[in-house]
Nanobody, 118 residues
Framework: AQFVESGGGAVEIGGSLRLSCEAF????????MGWYTQVPGKQRELVAS???????NYADSVQGRFTISRDDAKNTVYLQMNRLKPEDTAVYYC?????????????WGQGTQVTVSS
């Protein structure tokens, strides 16, 4: 499995970004997919998930501001991020979702940095 994230950047408070993650060498359409965040000194945290039937779940911290979606024809999962806050600053990764919400694959991508500042 391989995941390639893109779309991060530096934005002001209240701004928007759209992240993309393309997956390779996986049976993508069958996978529950998730976006994870990581900040220095902390473990990766699942913030948004979408299953193979397009059922979505969000962490409380992003509920109402972020939207996860997928395009199975492109093996890609997206994260639309609106009304960004400084606490959204993190490296964002995608992975299939495994037991306990952890990443199903050990091979994480390089991630994409999101920085929100005033």
């Amino acid at each position: 499995a391989q995941f390639v994230e893109s779309g991060g950047g530096a934005v002001e408070i209240g701004g928007s970004l759209r992240l993309s993650c393309e997956a390779f060498d996986v049976n993508f359409s069958r996978l529950d997919m998730g976006w994870y965040t990581q900040v220095p000194g902390k473990q990766r945290e699942l913030v948004a998930s979408i299953d193979s039937r397009n059922n979505r779940n969000y962490a409380d911290s992003v509920q109402g501001r972020f939207t996860i979606s997928r395009d199975d024809a492109k093996n890609t999962v997206y994260l639309q991020m609106n009304r960004l806050k400084p606490e959204d600053t993190a490296v964002y990764y995608c992975n299939a979702i495994g037991l306990g919400g952890r990443g199903a694959y050990n091979t994480w991508g390089q991630g994409t940095q999101v920085t929100v500042s005033s």
